[in-house]
């Protein structure tokens, strides 16, 4: 298998890592605005190819990771549903945009879109409950005052509606409230609420779900990944694991 990675930060290089150790990938393709970052992984593992031609890489790719921008969702996404080959998102506020949206899930006719859980605990159960139907849905997000840029003495409550709206207003918390919403009641009715805490310094993401299946309570107290401390290290194992899954004939939890 050869896997194309658009995106060689945080969670990108973890990728890039899983695919070295998996015996199934033959090459890993980079893709990034900063050649530097490329060559620092092509001089870690050797697997790793730059993009010089993204048309004839995209005729060898069976999988491409997206794990750069929503920019780039935009820019590639569709490019490698055409060209047939699977697609894991990372950046999954871009599919708000609902135009975006139905464009990806009507090319992908012949290949798959992966949406990973990421930072999130439970998204898995929330998924299945929904099947029954959702009655209340609700993410409550806590985070330190320097992942918010803000300045407050006292936990504060910054945001509490809906995740259409959180996810215009707190474009950084955009990722979470869009995959929850995606896999439960929808971007109108899936509450969010966020709440700057001076008093911890991790990202708590707390999942609430009531429906006929019954109730779910799922909490991630995140620590950032070991490269760049804005974002979760779980959303970056969350990638590896999903392409580890893709690569494997046992799936588990899923
Ligand atoms: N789903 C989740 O739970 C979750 C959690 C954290 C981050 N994310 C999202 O995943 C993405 C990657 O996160 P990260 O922490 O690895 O970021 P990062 O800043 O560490 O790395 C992103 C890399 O992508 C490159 N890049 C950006 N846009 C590009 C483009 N259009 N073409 C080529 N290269 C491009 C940048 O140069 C950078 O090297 C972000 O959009 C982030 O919001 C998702």
Known sequence: MNVLVIGAGSIGSTVVKECQGLERVENCYVLDHHDARIK???????????VN??????????????????????EYGKKVLDAGADL????????????????LYSAAKNSRIYLPTGALCGLDAVYSASEAGVTKVTLTTRKPPKSLNMDVEETTVVFQGPAREAVKKFPKNVN?????????????????KLICDPNIDQ??????????????????????????????YLAALSAASTVRKICSNVWIGV
């Open 40 to 50: 620092e992984l092509q001089d870690k593992y050797d697997k790793v190819r730059p």
């Open 53 to 74: 031609d993204l048309e004839c890489v995209l005729q060898k790719v069976e999988l491409a990771v997206e794990s750069a921008s929503q920019e780039a969702v935009k």
């Open 88 to 103: 894991v998102i990372m950046s999954i506020g871009a599919l708000v945009d609902e135009q975006l949206r139905d464009a």
């Open 203 to 232: 990202n708590i993401h707390e999942i609430n779900f009531k429906g006929p299946a019954g109730e779910l309570i799922g909490t991630s107290k995140n620590l950032p990944s070991p490269d760049n401390p804005g974002t979760s």
């Open 176 to 192: 979470v409230a869009a995959v929850l919403s995606l896999a439960s009641a929808g971007f109108d009715n899936t509450e969010i």
